[in-house]
């Protein structure tokens, strides 16, 4: 099976601090994905990348970036946290638009 | 634009009730389907799914069927457990695309 690894499950972070959310997948999957998940609001897609060093913005990309080294790994960036950042945010990847997501089990993010 | 348009929940239903989740969507094209379950502190699990009109999904007793002509693809099973509690998201992926859209979930409550 196909694994998505983040970081940490829990993080606290105080605000103004620069935070790393870290995912790694062990599948060779050309693309990968961050998303914010909030009550009421569902999924939000941050940023996405479908190769190494390659990056796009998805929705709501403000007061973050990506960083795609090798392949496997795919880190989000929170330049100067917020409290409005305050999220799960979900990690995952996929081989091709037909194929499906895997997930990460997710990072609880909370900004104080 | 794309979107997905899934019932409100929470849906509450006594074990052994019949379930559906309506989900609707829009989009350019020929999308693919999928249901994804996310149980209580974990990342979303690809639950089914279909790729083209009149495809039928299944899995764990869990069935959707793509209904071009009403744009639909509603998630039913026969009869609910307890550990079918979760929250449920119905989402499509347009073919020439990474990213994914996802409706806001719709929560489910088994009671026995």
């Known amino acids: 099976d196909v694994k998505v690894t983040q970081s940490s499950r829990y993080l606290v972070k105080r605000t103004g601090e620069k935070v790393f959310l870290e995912c790694v997948q062990d599948?060779?999957?050309?693309?990968m994905f961050w998303y914010r998940q909030d009550p009421g609001l569902g999924l939000r897609l941050i940023y996405f990348s479908y190769d190494v060093k390659m990056k796009e913005k998805g929705d709501i990309p403000e007061g973050y970036s990506v960083s795609r080294e090798k392949k496997e790994r795919f880190s989000l960036i929170l330049e100067s946290a917020s409290t409005n950042q305050t999220s799960m945010y979900l990690c995952?990847?996929?081989?091709?638009?037909?194929?499906?997501?895997?997930f990460g089990s997710g990072t609880r993010l909370t900004v104080v | 634009g794309n979107s997905v348009t899934q019932m409100e929940g929470p849906v509450t239903l006594s074990e052994e009730a019949f379930l559906t989740i309506n989900c609707t969507y829009t989009a350019t094209g020929y999308p693919s389907l999928f249901w994804y379950v996310q149980y209580p502190g974990e990342g979303l699990q690809l639950l089914l799914k279909?790729?083209?009109?009149?495809d039928k999904g299944s899995n764990k007793g869990f069935e959707a069927t793509y209904r071009k002509e009403t744009t639909s693809f509603h998630l039913e099973k026969g009869s609910v457990q307890v550990s079918d509690s979760a929250v449920y998201f119905c989402?499509?992926?347009?073919?020439?695309?990474?990213?994914?859209?996802f409706g806001t979930g719709t929560r489910l409550k088994v009671l026995a």
């Open positions: 989402a499509l992926s347009t073919s020439g695309t990474y990213k994914y859209i």
């Open positions: 599948m060779d999957h050309e693309n």
């Open positions: 995952a990847s996929s081989v091709t638009g037909r194929d499906g997501y895997t």
């Open positions: 279909a790729t083209k009109a009149d």
